[in-house]
């Protein structure tokens, strides 16, 4: 069925720098709200209700369309698909730089959200199938770090823009625009038409029975339902870590520079357990001490005294490893190279579904039995998500 010799290991290579490229710039586009809540909430006149419903739409985006996305990316050449989806992208951020009606605002993100669900699927099913067998958890730990990083540059630099330059929150996102545009550009003149989802070139379409087989895989639904607590613990809880640790008396400045530093251990984590995990041919190992880890590291996060809070962030920063493993281990669920994109959108539905719920859950935890039964819970789901692991069969 694959046929990858007929691309060069140069033609390879440049198909890879394309795909971590429009990976930094999804990155970009995803995170580019944190920095401007404040400028936006003043310029639509919006309480932080409004807001929060801004926020969710690219989650709800990818909970309605993940799915149908996957089989659309899997049937078309990469080319186009992955095309189709930056120009989503550009669309909605043209939207959202020129309206004055935040109806109008919210459905620029809801189309920019579709857009991303395209790049996202796309890339990663791409680098699954492109890189060597024993070089793909390395890689998918690449594509979860063009995430990240953005993250980082966009909550820190983005806030100097508008408030040290005076830039508006239309003017940063127009720039972030013309980084998709850029992408787009490279996309069309990099990837050939030939390339599919699944990285090789293939006349061999997937029977109907081999798709049937991803939802009747249980593996598939282990690793995804395990992720959900991950993703709560690193994604929807980091909306109130550095108000916990002020809660415990730490200045908010200081809290606030003390976690950043969790993600630029969290890169470097990423990249050593991606490469420690090719080198010995084991991600589930590697993904049950790091959800073990993170327990631990929530525990930290609640009792250590503030002096020794960077304990914390060391411990939390080398469990984020998970991600790029979870995402990695789609290879080892796909009976075939084509179903990767319809592994990782299953996974993609239930783990944006979880966010939604959890996010909503601990905020009412938080509320109304504090900060220290919302960490349990985060731990308790931990402990559910080592326990299904074990018992994951198809991945090593």
């Not at 930290?300 to 962030?313: A, E, F, H, Q």
């Amino acid at each position: 069925m694959e046929n990858k010799a007929t691309y060069s290991k140069s033609k390879i290579g440049w198909m890879i720098f394309a795909i971590v490229f429009c990976g930094l710039v999804q990155g970009f586009g995803t995170f580019k709200l944190i920095p401007m809540q404040d400028a936006i909430q003043n310029y639509f006149n919006i309480d932080a209700g409004a807001y929060g419903i801004l926020a969710s739409a690219q989650n709800w985006m990818m909970i309605a369309f993940s799915v149908p996305m996957g089989y659309l990316i899997r049937k078309i050449p990469s080319k186009w698909s992955m095309s189709i989806g930056y120009c989503l992208a550009i669309l909605g951020v043209i939207l959202q730089i020129t309206t004055k009606s935040f109806p109008v605002f919210v459905a620029g993100r809801l189309i920019e959200g579709g857009g991303f669900g395209f790049v996202q699927l796309g890339n990663g099913s791409l680098i699954l199938n492109l890189v060597e067998e024993n070089r793909k958890s390395f890689w998918s730990c690449v594509m979860v770090v063009t995430t990240v990083l953005p993250q980082v540059v966009t909550t820190k630099v983005g806030s100097v823009l508008v408030i040290n330059t005076g830039l508006s929150f239309q003017n940063v996102f127009a720039l972030i625009g013309g980084l998709q545009v850029l992408a787009l550009i490279i996309w069309i003149i990099i990837i050939p038409v030939s390339l599919r989802a699944y990285g090789v070139e293939s006349s061999v379409k997937p029977t109907k029975e081999q798709t049937r087989r991803v939802y009747r895989n249980p593996d598939v639904w282990l690793t995804s339902l395990a992720f959900i607590s991950f993703n709560a613990a690193t994604i929807v809880f980091a909306n109130y870590v550095v108000k916990l640790m002020t809660w415990k008396g730490m200045d908010p400045g200081e809290a606030a520079s003390t976690y950043s530093y969790a993600a630029v251990i969290g890169v470097a984590a990423m990249l050593f357990f991606g490469w420690l995990s090719d080198k010995l041919h084991t991600k589930k190992k590697i993904v049950i001490a790091s959800l073990f880890t993170c327990a631990v590291s929530f525990i930290l996060l609640r009792y250590l005294p503030n002096g020794l809070m960077w304990i914390y962030v060391i411990v939390f920063g080398i469990s984020r490893s998970v991600t790029g493993l979870t995402n990695g281990a789609a290879a080892d669920l796909a009976e075939v190279p084509s179903d990767v994109p319809i592994v990782s959108s299953v996974r993609n539905t239930i783990m944006q579904l979880g966010s939604v719920v959890m996010g909503i859950v601990l905020g009412f935890v938080i509320q109304y039995a504090g900060y220290t039964c919302a960490v349990f819970i985060i731990i308790a789901e931990l402990i559910v998500s080592i326990v299904l692991w074990l018992f994951v069969k198809r991945v090593k």
